[in-house]
């Protein structure tokens, strides 16, 4: 079955770093977009980034210099770089990978990983 696990969390504080590993199997990892969304108490998952199947990355402005996600296909494995974090920036993080076309049409999530940011 498809398994998505994260791993990297932990408590940091402002202006740390942080590096969260997401390692997939199950899936042909190679053809799937990969994700970050994060989710802190009380509020929706928004998303943090994403990188394509031709490494083409997206993230959000309010992460935008800060965060940047890469993908090794042979380790099947993602990760998120975090750099000058924020107490804004705690929350559980999940990896997600997507892919909408056939054949081997996916939606997957990892079980989280908790960043807590605070001094």
């Known amino acids: 079955q498809v398994q998505l696990v994260e791993s990297g969390g932990g408590l940091v504080q402002p202006g740390g770093s942080l590096r969260l590993s997401c390692e997939a199997s199950?899936?042909?990892?190679?053809?799937?977009?990969m994700a970050w969304y994060r989710q802190a108490p009380g509020k929706q998952r928004e998303l943090v980034a994403t990188?394509?199947?031709?490494?083409?990355?997206n993230l959000p402005d309010s992460v935008k210099g800060r965060f940047t996600i890469s993908r090794d296909n042979a380790k099947n494995t993602v990760y998120l770089q975090m750099n000058s974090l924020k107490p804004e920036d705690t929350a559980l993080y999940y990896c997600?990978?997507?892919?909408?076309?056939?054949?081997?049409?996916?939606?997957?999530w990892g079980q989280g990983t908790q960043v807590t940011v605070s001094s």
């Open positions: 199950g899936i042909i990892f190679g053809i799937y977009t």
């Open positions: 990188i394509d199947t031709n490494d083409i990355t």
């Open positions: 997600n990978a997507k892919r909408t076309s056939r054949p081997f049409r996916g939606n997957y």
